[in-house]
Nanobody
């Protein structure tokens, strides 16, 4: 079993930055990849970025160059650095730890971008 907890959301003005954290616990060695997703009201959950245990990284085109996914193995934490935030980035942000047994989602952290 793996548990993940997201943190770091908040309210920010357009052009601002936030760093989200996804801290994992439990059977850490079973995790194959961690991904960040978001869901805005009325929209489907959208995949943003993934980092694998090998260190491979992929992004959705819409956030490439603005968002950076990284990890701190010592802290069992994956980060999502978000720069140049736009109002359309407003959403509930989730992380998911994928294992061979399935997906492990957190409760999400809210990001609101407005002036």
């Amino acid at each position: 079993q793996v548990q993940v907890v997201e943190s770091g959301g908040g309210s920010v003005q357009p052009g601002g930055s936030l760093r989200l954290s996804c801290k994992a616990s439990g059977d850490i060695t079973s995790i194959g990849a961690v991904g960040w997703y978001r869901q805005a009201p009325g929209n489907r959950r959208e995949w943003l970025a993934t980092i694998t245990t090998r260190g491979d990284i992929v992004y959705v085109t819409s956030v490439k160059g603005r968002f950076t996914i990284s990890r701190d193995n010592a802290e069992n934490t994956v980060y999502l650095q978000m720069n140049s935030l736009k109002p359309e980035d407003t959403a509930l942000y989730y992380c998911n730890a994928a294992t061979r047994l399935g997906d492990n989602w957190g409760q999400g952290t809210q990001v609101t971008v407005s002036s």
